[in-house]
């Protein structure tokens, strides 16, 4: 939703008690006194994405808890709990948890330790699990053929990976596995056909004149009743 005129939604919220608690709340969860533009933020989650009060404190505690006070990122996580129809902190909490574990596997897949996923790297993951919809037994699996290919931790290589199996209607590391027979078949069965075509230009027709010699006895046979 549009964010519309924000001096007049600040306007009709001033006498709020809620969002006037709110306000005071998420800004002893971040370590800092809002600006005008911060308070209108939050006012626009309150009363246009109809956050409630609570979610919005969880958020603030959320953004704080991961070393992240800028009302830029504030704004991405919301809209993005927004986008998923998170209405709840209970809600928010199950994908954030859930989230910080995929994110965890995927980075210990890829052998990555010590650092956070930079911003990148992160939209592949949300790629991979959201908008992909994979597990993380999916994205693992990728991630590891992605090691073993090319002996690096490449998110580009993985995505490529995964997007294939999107475009097959992979689901499963079952469908994974037929997948892969699949492939393997048809690499066996182009192998052959090359192998055939190779034959065949290796190996000169024989002279019409010399076929008929070849198969005179036989034809001298078949003339006299021997056959």
């Known amino acids: 939703p549009e964010e519309g005129n924000s001096c007049d939604r600040m306007e009709r919220l001033s006498g709020d008690e809620e969002f006037t608690a709110l306000l005071y709340a998420v800004q002893q969860y971040l370590g800092k006194t809002f600006t005008q533009i911060e308070c209108e ?7 246009g994405l109809k956050m409630s009060g609570d979610l ?18 504030i704004e991405k996580v919301a809209l993005n709990w927004y986008q998923m129809g998170i209405h709840t902190r209970e809600e928010a909490r199950d994908y954030t948890m859930r989230y910080s574990r995929d994110t965890s596997a995927v980075m210990k ?47 580009p290589y993985a995505d490529k990976i995964l997007t294939g199996w999107k475009e ?9 596995e037929e997948l892969d027979r699949r492939r393997q078949a048809s690499k066996r069965q182009d192998r ?15 002279p019409t004149g010399l076929r008929t010699l070849r198969n005179g006895p036989i ?9």
């Open 56 to 73: 919005l404190e969880y958020l603030a505690e959320y953004c704080a808890g991961g070393g992240h006070s800028s009302i830029r990122y």
């Open 109 to 155: 897949a890829f052998g990555i330790t010590g650092r956070s996923p930079a911003t990148a790297e992160t939209e592949f993951m949300k790629r991979w699990f959201k908008e992909f919809g994979f597990d993380c037994k999916l994205v693992t699996e990728a991630c590891g053929r992605t090691i073993k290919a090319t002996g690096t931790a490449s998110f």
């Open 41 to 47: 933020k939050f006012a626009f989650f309150y009363d």
């Open 168 to 176: 097959a209607g992979v689901k499963t590391l079952g469908d994974v």
């Open 192 to 206: 052959r056909e090359t192998a055939e075509a190779r034959r065949r230009e290796e190996s000169p027709p024989v």
């Open 219 to 227: 034809i001298m046979r078949i003339m006299y009743g021997k056959i």
